[in-house]
């Protein structure tokens, strides 16, 4: 191959070159550019698309059950009364505790305030205290939850009551013995914190025969201590 041939060869491929270049400058990366736009684009579309569906499923569940929610709130209403009403719920807490054979009951309501998240409804604490076995507590949450007033257990502490003699001091860990119980609980009453939700008035809890070794003021939101603390117990759920 002479110099010339040698020459052309080489201009022929830096034209080649060149029109590489030229391609994928001026056609190639503008086309990739757009295609990834779009790729993009109806990448978004299909998740929104995707989300909609799912709210409108959503609502079309809602509105199929829309008769049940109804009636749930309906019967949620009707466990929140218009007024505190404490005295007659401390009487209601007192059969349920008989109900359930606890001793030593305490009942400690506090004062209305607004909810957490806001609402048109007031909310009341309340601490309960007793002794009594195990069985007896759940058979004592059991009925708590199911009286006709809407009461929320947010908290339940425990420990074994310590039994003395012959100079020595135990704590037997056996599911019969009796246990010091504190239950953080709250109910609720109609209209907002800072309206008449007294109801007559909050009457205390009688006294009684002995104080509860768990029996300690309970914290909104916080962790509850009886004594020294539920050291031997835990939290029931």
């Not at 002479?2 to 001026?26: H, P, S, W």
């Not at 607004?114 to 009341?124: K, L, N, Q, V, Y």
């Not at 007793?130 to 339940?156: M, S």
């Not at 037997?172 to 013995?177: A, I, Q």
């Amino acid at each position: 191959m002479d110099q010339n041939d040698r020459n052309i060869l080489i201009l022929g491929i830096l034209i080649l070159v060149v029109l590489a270049i030229a391609y994928y400058f001026l056609l190639f990366s503008p086309l990739r550019q757009d295609y990834l736009a779009k790729y993009d684009e109806r990448t978004r579309r299909e998740a929104q698309k995707q989300q909609l569906e799912q709210t409108s499923a959503q609502l079309e569940n809602i509105r199929r059950n829309s008769d049940d929610i109804e009636r749930q709130i309906l019967e949620l209403s009707k466990r929140i009364p218009e007024q505190a009403e404490i005295p007659t719920l401390v009487v209601q807490i007192e059969e349920v505790a008989r109900a359930a054979d606890v001793t030593q009951l305490r009942i400690e309501p506090g004062d209305p305030e607004a909810p957490p998240g806001g609402g048109d409804f007031s909310r009341i604490p309340i601490t309960m205290s007793f002794e009594g076995t195990y069985e007896q507590l759940q058979d004592f949450l059991l009925r708590v939850r199911n009286l006709a007033r809407l009461v929320t257990i947010n908290e339940v502490n425990y420990e074994p009551v310590e039994e003395r003699g012959g100079g020595e001091t135990t704590v037997s860990r056996d599911v019969e013995d009796l246990l010091t119980v504190e239950i953080v609980a709250e109910v609720y009453v109609q209209p907002a914190a800072g309206g008449d939700t007294t109801g007559g008035g909050a009457a205390p809890s009688p006294a009684p025969a002995g104080n509860a070794k768990g029996k300690g003021k309970a914290k909104d939101g916080g962790a509850t201590k009886g004594g020294g603390g539920a050291k031997g117990g835990g939290t029931a759920k």
